[in-house]
């Protein structure tokens, strides 16, 4: 058995645990008040947050790319998020409280891209010159910048509560780097 029949046989047992205890969404409107938070995190198999934050179907959205990392085309995914939750006339959260996390972690990735810095720039699409300011080999100064740069997004509701947390690979903790707090003051 190959490792895609595996995960296809896996797959029938999801299909029919979660058909039997009536826990499949599939009507998007009606599932987005459900939706707790939108998670920006790495695509590192390591750092799954389902896994790590101990997360039921439906509670987020979960963004992942190389570092978790803020740039142009994940905002760009946002927006398109943003107008999908629009278009389905349905707030995250039912409108209640919401997080946006940034979730990056120890042992990233892209910190060995670090002696690329042309290639990091074209990632961030940023000049070459500001890549050191991107802090790849520093997760906890990462998490914070993106945090900061995330609440210059004006299109961001204010009331949504943004943190940035760091996962440590080798002990499964979770630091808070940045709390939670409003995007904007109201």
Known sequence: MSNLDDMLERNKDFAAKRSAAGTLMPSLPKAMPHVKATIIGCADMRVDPFDILGLKPGEAV?????GG????????????????????????????EFHLIVLQHTDCGITRLAGDPDKLAHYF???????????????RAAVAGDVALLKTIP????QWLLSGLVYDVATG???????????RAA
């Open 125 to 139: 699409q940023i000049p070459e010159g500001e890549v050191k300011a991107k802090n790849v080999t520093d997760p």
């Open 69 to 96: 990392r803020i740039t142009p085309v994940l905002l760009e995914e946002l927006g398109l998020l943003g107008r999908i939750g629009q278009v389905a006339k349905e707030a995250p959260g039912g409108g209640g």
């Open 155 to 158: 299109a961001l509701p204010a």
């Open 173 to 183: 903790l979770v630091e808070i780097v940045v709390p939670p707090a409003p995007v």
């Open 62 to 66: 979960v963004i992942r790319n190389i």
